[in-house]
């Protein structure tokens, strides 16, 4: 009797004791995950750098550019140089962005884009004109409407360049010919800054007139009565 008194104290003093801890800890005897701050502050996207892109791919991605010239993933390169500032037409920042063929046989320019933001629309516009009047000089022209970005399109022998004005951004797209781009140059030009005229707007200190251009109403200089094409889609 003396044994079993002694098993049935012991068992009791053990009871005792995972009840004393249960209760002196309760729930926190389990482990609580914590997570950062910038974790819980959430995942989206923070606001869009009022600035030019620092990477040409923000704009548009190489191997989007590629796809659109049935060119196999990752045989599109990217090259994104920074311009400086000039004060003396008002420009304060500059990038140019070139995808070129990568791979072998690879290394001829597929397409440049040219971005110039002024310090007002103004500004913007008064430098574009300047630089399409230039453009037009040694090639066949015509006016162009991408929603409420004037444009000019400008097709020689050797290239096709499409000249905008969206805001307080002058963007210029050039096609050389050797790049062998499926569809008529010009359509192509179009569909690439319809692509690309949302992104841009979207880094600019106000929006522009149209954030997202809808298809345009293309027609030709002339005096006689403007002549609509079919309008060019936008992919998503």
Same mark, same amino acid.
């Not at 001829?108 to 008064?126: E, F, H, P, S, V």
């Given at each position: ?17 995972? @009840? ?59 090259? @994104? ?7 003396? =037409? /008002? ?16 290394? /001829?320019?597929?397409?440049?884009? /040219? ?11 008064? #430098?574009? #004109?300047? /630089? ?47 790049? $062998?781009?499926?569809?008529? *140059? ?8 319809? $692509? =690309? ?6 880094? #600019?200190?106000? *929006? ?22 079919? *309008? =060019?889609?936008?992919?998503?």
């Amino acid at each position: 009797m003396r044994f079993g008194g002694r098993v049935v104290a012991m068992l009791a003093v053990g009871l005792g004791v995972l @009840t004393a801890c249960s209760t002196a800890t309760g729930e926190e005897a389990l482990p609580v995950p914590t997570f950062p701050a910038s974790a819980a502050a959430g995942s989206g996207a923070g606001p869009t750098k009022i600035a030019l892109a620092e990477d040409c791919g923000t704009l548009l991605a190489p191997d989007d550019l590629g796809a659109l010239f049935a060119r196999p993933i990752g045989s599109t390169a990217l090259r @994104t140089i920074r311009g400086v500032p000039e004060p003396s =037409v /008002n420009r304060t920042e500059r990038i140019g962005c070139r995808y070129s063929a990568s791979g072998p046989g690879g290394g /001829n320019t597929l397409l440049d884009i /040219n971005i110039g933001r002024y310090t007002d629309a103004a500004a913007a516009k008064r #430098q574009w #004109q300047l /630089n399409t009047n230039a453009e037009r000089s040694d090639g066949r022209s015509r006016d162009l409407a991408i929603g409420a970005a004037p444009a000019v399109a400008v097709e020689r022998g050797t290239e096709t360049v499409l000249a905008v004005v969206y805001g307080v951004d002058t963007l210029t797209f050039v096609l050389p010919a050797a790049a $062998r781009a499926p569809g008529a *140059p010009v359509d192509r030009l179009v569909d690439l800054a319809l $692509r =690309v005229l949302p992104k841009d707007g979207a880094t #600019q200190p106000a *929006p522009p007139e149209t954030s997202t251009p809808p298809a345009p109403a293309v027609a030709p200089s002339t005096t006689t009565a403007p002549a609509s094409v079919a *309008p =060019v889609a936008a992919a998503g």
